[in-house]
Structures are given as structure tokens and as C-alpha cells.
């Protein structure tokens, strides 16, 4: 374990960061449920979602130990690295003002709507409509935790403080948004995506790097170089969209 300290803070600052965002997604939707149809049915999704992701785990964690280190690296990094880009590029865009700010008061709003017409549709079956939309909320923002903290852990010991990171922001997001009985309106999300996409990024091409059996120059520090490189670049893109008109940006 103690050559994995220098991993130890990247992996449980990347899950907490990411699964911070997750859970404030999911307890968006949950909500919306809970205020159109009561707690129970939305209690009863998110329950659902949360067993579902505990048997996904204990089922799949002990194959992973069966699949060659370098192999499972080089598939986790690639994947963690199109991930972190996927959600870097929307980071990079939404800071330059190309793309609009993710608002959950705007999804608060907008499933509350989708789950009032459905009340007015389909009366009946709308407990189990409003139980499945939020059982789909949590298993499918609880599904990218998972992959996060498999993937920032990978073979380096570092699945307990990575699992410690995600529980932590989950519990905190639950705490706040039950607490308030409504959207954590203000939890800079944009600024976490875009920390996230820079961390998951560089852990992308650190992982990569290492199942291919390159030697990076200090080891598992080379994370917070990635990271700073990311982040560089990252900041040179938002001043260069944020200073091309709107129109060339987007074509």
C-alpha cells in the first residue's frame, strides 16, 4: 500500500468529484418524482436502483480478477480517457458559452412536467411509471460511479479510498437534497464536469500507458502531470471558443 500513496488522493478526489455530480443528477429526478407522486413510489425506485447496483457489483467485481492486469488497463484506460473527454468537451464549451449551463432547476422542472402529463395519460399505472423513473435515475447515474471507481482503482489498490470518495458524495448529496426537499440549484456542476474530465482524462492515458508497459517518469505522479496538461489545454480552448463568434464555433 505504500507505494500507492501518491495514487491514493487522485482516486478518491476523482470518484468523490464525479459521483458528486452523478448523485446530484439522480436525486434531481427522484425528487421531481417524490413531488408529483409522493416518496414512497420514488423511494421505492431509487431502492430498486440502489440493489440493482449492489448485485451488478458483488457479480462482476470477482471477475475482474481473472482478466490479465495489462489487458484490463489498457480497456479501462482507453474508456476512462473517452470518457473524460466526452465530459471535458462539454465542459470546454459550456465555459466558453457555446452550449448552455446544465440547470437542475430546468430538469427538475421538465420531469415534473413529463410526470404530470403522464398523470393525466395514464392515471392508473402512474405509481409504477413514477417508480421506474426513478429506479432508471439511480441505476444509470450509479452505473458511471461504479465504472469510475473501478476505473481510477485498476489494479493499484486503491478501490477502498476510491469506493470511499463516491459513498462519501453520495451520502453528502442525499444528506443536502433531502434536507431542502429540492434541487441543489447551487452545486457548481459545470465546474465539477470540468475537474472530472481533466482527473478521468488523466487517468485515461496513465492507465493506457501502463498496460502498453510504459514506464511513466515518477510513476504514479505522472497522474498529476496528465492532469495539469489536461487542464492547460483545456483553459486555452474555453479563451479561444469564448473569443470566436458563436456561429463558426458551432459549424
Avoid at 180 to 201: D, I, Q, Y
Amino acid at each position: 500500500m505504500t507505494g500507492n500513496l501518491p495514487l491514493l488522493w487522485p482516486a478518491m478526489a476523482s470518484a468523490f468529484l464525479a459521483s458528486l455530480v452523478e448523485a446530484v443528477e439522480a436525486l434531481t429526478i427522484v425528487l421531481a418524482v417524490a413531488t408529483v407522486r409522493g416518496w414512497r413510489p420514488a423511494g421505492f425506485g431509487a431502492l430498486a436502483g440502489l440493489m440493482v447496483l449492489v448485485v451488478i457489483v458483488v457479480a462482476l467485481g470477482p471477475l475482474l480478477g481473472y482478466v490479465p492486469l495489462r489487458l484490463l488497463q489498457v480497456v479501462i484506460g482507453v474508456l476512462l480517457l473517452l470518457f473524460g473527454m466526452r465530459w471535458l468537451r462539454k465542459a470546454i464549451l459550456r465555459s466558453a458559452g457555446v452550449i448552455p449551463l446544465h440547470d437542475e432547476a430546468t430538469t427538475f422542472a421538465v420531469e415534473t412536467a413529463e410526470l404530470r402529463e403522464q398523470a393525466r395519460r395514464k392515471e392508473a399505472r402512474l405509481e409504477w411509471l413514477a417508480a421506474l423513473t426513478s429506479f432508471k435515475a439511480v441505476l444509470l447515474e450509479g452505473l458511471e460511479v461504479v465504472f469510475i471507481v473501478i476505473a481510477v482503482s485498476a489494479g493499484r489498490g486503491t478501490l477502498l479510498p476510491a469506493s470511499a470518495g463516491a459513498l462519501a458524495a453520495c451520502m453528502l448529496v442525499c444528506a443536502l437534497g433531502f434536507a431542502v426537499h429540492r434541487p441543489l440549484t447551487r452545486v457548481p456542476e459545470n465546474t465539477l464536469k470540468f475537474a472530472v474530465g481533466v482527473m478521468l482524462s488523466a487517468f485515461g492515458v496513465f492507465w493506457t500507458g501502463e498496460g502498453l508497459g510504459v514506464a511513466w517518469p515518477g510513476a504514479d505522479l505522472a497522474i498529476i502531470a496528465f492532469a495539469g496538461l489536461f487542464l492547460a489545454v483545456s483553459r486555452a480552448g474555453v479563451v479561444v471558443l469564448t473569443r470566436r463568434p458563436r456561429a463558426e464555433v458551432l459549424s
